[in-house]
């Protein structure tokens, strides 16, 4: 089994912090920002001088390739560089940098592979700066229009396309990640939830990412004077809604304990101390790997009454997913890397979205591997997985593509 470098690893990671540092401890590194802009040039400049073949699409998404000694498609590991504002040091950039990790490792151990092995870097997966999430991923896999991308605008009315064309780093349609010349993906990343360190398990052998729905419910009552209009009298938007919050926990909660689901969102207008909220509308996301599961959910939210308290309800779906299943072969060729090395882990699923699930729906056979992180943060400054674990999931990473390799 090939192990890559504790020192190496760490390195990489205090370089990288440094891109978009906050001076809090976590850093600000919005897509192809200046500072996600440095992480790129530094990403290049140590692909470079492992003699790997670098390439961008028209989307900036980075390739920097490793030869293989046949003529065969290559094995891609790969994440994103770019944070939420106030993000933390490890979601996204440690799937770079342990992938960079294990091509090091290949390079100066001299590990012969069949297959070429690519280090991709996606533009814009968090959607933080332009909008929507996942965004480069998307349209490379045909879920969004590159069109719309390109006319998506930041806080500062600058469009995704004149960004692109100013980074220097936009490349040709043709390179971008495909069927033909790559032949399957893995993207290691922090768990961004308490599971692994709960259970005390090292790695997330990741089965694939929940099955979601997202809802906006609206309530819509009667504006009026908070001193003078009698209680009984009141059609109170934001006293309904409490009530249908509490409502759908009661409810959503019988239907699985796996299930999990959130009101994230509310607004209440006018929002004025002394006026009775005429409009309330709050968010519902719920996710859980089986549909049947979400079905149920559904049902419960149409089941919600049409009128409370006076108010009206109704309830609108803004969007949502199926489970996305990663490729067995690949999951178990993690598992069996993660068991051969001696690490403890268990089988998981993401409820968060990534890149991964977009390639492993359309595009490649895909898979993740999950890091436990300290106390389930993420996006936040206290984002922190320790690096003998992150080292550990690089291990996981090296020996599972090698596996791969092999066949
Ligand atoms: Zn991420």
């Known amino acids: 089994m090939y192990t890559c470098n504790l020192e190496r690893l760490?390195?990489?990671?205090?370089?990288?912090?440094?891109?978009?540092?906050?001076?809090?401890g976590g850093i600000t590194r919005l897509s192809?920002?200046?500072?996600?802009?440095?992480?790129?040039?530094?990403?290049?400049?140590?692909?470079?001088?492992?003699?790997?073949?670098?390439?961008?699409?028209d989307l900036a998404n980075m390739y920097a390739t490793l030869p293989g000694s046949e003529e065969l498609p290559a094995i891609v590991m790969g994440s994103h560089v770019d944070s939420v504002v106030n993000g933390g040091n490890y979601d996204g950039i440690l799937?770079?940098?342990?992938?960079?990790?294990?091509?090091?490792?290949?390079?100066?151990?001299?590990?012969?592979?069949?297959?070429?092995?690519?280090?991709?870097?996606?533009?814009?997966?968090?959607?933080?700066?332009?909008?929507?999430?996942?965004?480069?991923?998307?349209?490379?896999?045909?879920?969004?229009?590159?069109?719309?991308?390109?006319?998506?605008?930041?806080?500062?009315?600058?469009?995704?396309?004149?960004?692109?064309?100013?980074?220097?780093f936009k490349g040709d349609e043709k390179n971008r990640l495909n069927a033909k010349d790559y032949a399957g993906y893995f993207e290691l990343h922090i768990e961004q939830g308490p599971v692994l360190e709960m259970e005390k398990k090292e790695i997330g052998v990741v089965e694939g990412v929940l099955g979601m729905v997202n809802y906006t419910i609206s309530v819509k009552g009667v504006?009026?004077?908070?001193?003078?209009?009698?209680?009984?009298?009141?059609?109170?938007?934001?006293?309904?809604?409490?009530?249908?919050?509490?409502?759908?926990?009661?409810?959503?909660?019988?239907?699985?304990?796996?299930?999990?689901?959130?009101?994230?969102?509310?607004?209440?207008s006018p929002n004025i101390h002394t006026v009775i909220p005429k409009l309330v509308e709050f968010s519902l996301d719920a996710r859980h790997r089986d549909p049947k599961v979400i079905d149920r959910v559904v049902d419960v939210i149409k089941g919600l009454p049409a009128e409370l308290s006076g108010c009206a309800v109704r309830a609108d779906l803004n969007w949502s997913r199926n489970t996305v299943l990663f490729n067995s072969e690949y999951v178990d060729a993690v598992e069996k890397a993660a068991r051969d090395a001696g690490y403890s882990w268990r089988r998981i699923y993401s409820g968060a979205g990534h890149d991964a699930q977009y390639v492993a729906e359309v595009l490649l056979p895909a898979t993740m591997i999950f890091v436990p992180s300290v106390d389930?943060?993420?996006?936040?400054?206290?984002?922190?997985?320790?690096?003998?674990?992150?080292?550990?999931?690089?291990?996981?990473?090296?020996?599972?593509?090698?596996?791969?390799?092999?066949?």
Not at 33 to 48: G, T
Not at 379 to 403: D, Q, R, W
Request: glycine share 8%.
């Open 32 to 57: 192809l920002s200046p500072a996600a802009l440095m992480a790129r040039d530094e990403f290049a400049k140590r692909a470079k001088a492992m003699g790997m073949r670098l390439k961008t699409d």
């Open 10 to 24: 760490q390195e990489k990671i205090d370089t990288f912090k440094k891109f978009g540092d906050t001076g809090t």
């Open 223 to 268: 504006s009026d004077h908070a001193g003078t209009t009698p209680q009984k009298t009141r059609k109170d938007a934001l006293y309904a809604a409490s009530q249908l919050i509490v409502m759908l926990w009661e409810r959503l909660g019988k239907l699985d304990p796996e299930l999990v689901f959130t009101t994230g969102k509310i607004n209440a």
């Open 376 to 407: 389930g943060h993420s996006h936040c400054v206290e984002e922190f997985t320790p690096t003998e674990l992150c080292l550990k999931g690089a291990n996981v990473m090296l020996n599972a593509i090698l596996e791969i390799d092999k066949r």
């Open 95 to 168: 799937g770079v940098l342990t992938a960079l990790e294990v091509a090091e490792t290949i390079y100066t151990e001299k590990i012969k592979t069949r297959r070429p092995i690519t280090v991709m870097i996606w533009t814009n997966e968090e959607g933080s700066r332009f909008e929507p999430a996942m965004m480069c991923s998307g349209v490379v896999t045909g879920k969004f229009d590159k069109a719309r991308a390109l006319a998506s605008t930041d806080a500062k009315g600058v469009s995704f396309a004149s960004a692109l064309d100013a980074s220097g």
